[in-house]
């Protein structure tokens, strides 16, 4: 990243993501793939290559933001981060992630593996999350609880599954169950996977009916 754009941090930007999302906040660093705002109640760590845009707020839009005491950051200030290390370092902390549609996923990081995580939801249970599709994701702070579940109700290792290396291993591995590609934003991505070829998942609806779906545009997989 260069020093030019370094120069930035702690001044007020509105980042728009991928999917039409805006974020308002202060820039608080910048690393070799990774954006960090404070919102003025949580951090937001945003990888680079899902910003479309930016621009600096003006005075009264700044105003129009709500800061409360900023909380510690799960990072060491004195590194350069990265999306890797900033999940390795929220790996079992409460988070907020955000993949697809409108609809933010509340969990923990199990697994960080090649190209992907596992992560687990109180909703959705075990779920591979692509980190090609990942927007942003927030650690909770003040020892928060997704849903105000107990520990009973959050397992330490909620799967007896083996993860593969890479996204598109796990999901061979997943080859006759019935799973929800992307939070089943739609019918067309829940079904059996059938098998998987030229990089088109063959799934089968459940009225028989095949339906492909490119392996690049899986963003959350988990089974029913």
Sequence with gaps: MSVKMKENIGKYIKLEISGKKFIFGLLVDIGSDLWVIFNGNDYLYIPTIHIQNWQFLKPYEIDEINFNDEPEPIYNHNEEISLRKTLTAA????????????????????????????????????????????????????????????????????????????????????????????????????????????????????????????LH???????T
């Design 91 to 214: 790996k079992g902390i409460f988070t907020e992630i955000y993949v697809t549609s409108n609809q933010a996923i509340h969990g923990y990081i199990i697994s960080i593996m090649n190209n992907y995580f596992v992560f687990y939801s109180p909703i959705y249970k075990t779920m591979f999350i692509s980190l090609n599709h990942l927007k942003w994701l927030i650690p909770y702070t003040n020892n928060q609880r997704p849903y105000g579940l107990s520990n009973a109700s959050l397992p330490v290792s909620p799967s007896n599954l083996s993860f593969a290396r890479s996204f598109e291993v796990q999901i061979e591995k997943l080859i006759g169950e019935l799973i929800v590609f992307n939070i089943g934003e739609n019918e067309n991505v829940i079904g059996k996977i059938q098998t998987i070829n030229n990089n088109f998942v063959e799934l089968i609806s459940a009225k028989e009916d095949p339906i492909y779906i490119n």
């Design 217 to 223: 545009h899986i963003q959350t997989v988990h089974m």
